[in-house]
């Protein structure tokens, strides 16, 4: 019979490989390649994307996406998050670490074959001004919304409990402006500056409402294991402490209180992500593989 903590281990590796019995094929496969890809150990990518602070990031991202009601109407209507999140979750993480850690054939297939998904995800959204408006997952301004929103929250999450950044905060905006420009974001921002500048320019479209309400119930309560529930909840109430205000009052959300008194969320997010960093190893299989081709690369 597995022990206890063989099993919680198990499961914490399935919810980040839908269940996978091995380490997924594509980790492995990201030793291959000719060249280095976009970016190295060195890089503020590799650093924010190597840490824990990214299980934070990923629901502060879904969070603050939501608010735009284009990209939750696509979300809303042809997702299948409530019905399969792990594998949504594991589609996320597979892109992500093959931008990071692949080299930039991989990187580019990886935003291409995203990109031909995006074709087929269509319909229509009323605005705020109460225009019916029809949208595509390829339209110029939603690509951007999720790629602000994905910048924001990782950048966020990792300041708030995470280490140092090479190259200090600027540094991983630029990097994943890579990213932005492989998924067609023209000129995304190359510093906090110009994310800030350009978040603030969707502010007038963005709104809570039922539908919102909805989504957040289920990113606060999805379906994990019961081994996991208890952490989840510490990295959810993280993801709401690191919201900036704007959004944290928008989304009707605030940092738990005991009465007036704000609960410490730092100390037990640290935590937190250490026992998972502890469970599924360091470096991870996305990074060791990376490092594998760029040691036989002589990069």
Do not use: C
Not at 246 to 260: C, D, H, I, N, Q
């Amino acid at each position: 019979m597995e022990n206890p903590l063989s099993k919680w281990r198990s499961e914490l590796r399935g919810t980040f490989s839908n269940n996978a019995p091995t380490i997924p094929q594509w980790e492995l496969d990201l030793e291959k390649g000719d060249d280095g890809g976009y970016f190295g150990p060195d890089s503020a990518a590799w650093a924010v994307h190597g840490s824990m602070t990214t299980l934070v990031a990923g629901i502060q991202s879904l969070l603050i996406q939501a608010l735009h009601p284009g990209a939750l109407a696509g979300v809303h209507d042809h997702s299948s998050y409530r019905s399969d999140p792990l594998g949504r979750l594991a589609g996320t993480i597979r892109w992500i670490f093959t931008l990071t850690y692949g080299d930039t054939a991989a990187a580019r297939q990886a935003s291409d074959k995203v990109l031909r998904i995006h074709e087929h995800i269509r319909g229509s959204y009323n605005t705020n001004s109460g225009e019916v408006r029809p949208y595509t997952a390829n339209d110029p301004d939603l690509l951007r919304w999720i790629h602000l929103a994905f910048t924001q929250a990782f950048l966020a999450t990792h300041e708030a409990y995470g280490g140092p950044i090479p190259g200090g905060p600027d540094a991983y905006v630029a990097d994943w402006a890579v990213a932005g420009a492989l998924m067609q974001v023209d000129n995304p921002p190359t510093t906090v500056s110009g994310l800030d500048d350009q978040l603030a320019s969707f502010t007038k479209e963005l709104r809570y409402d039922e539908t919102v309400a909805e989504t957040v119930a289920f990113i606060r309560n999805p379906p994990l294991a019961r081994s996991q529930q208890g952490g989840y909840k510490v990295l959810f109430a993280a993801a709401v402490a690191s919201l900036p205000p704007g959004y944290k009052e928008l989304l009707k959300l605030s940092t738990p209180r005991l009465g007036p008194i704000p609960l410490p969320v730092t100390v037990p997010t640290k935590g937190v992500l250490s026992v998972v960093r502890w469970s599924l190893g360091s470096p991870g299989p996305s990074e060791a593989s990376a490092r594998a081709r760029r040691i036989r690369l002589g990069v």
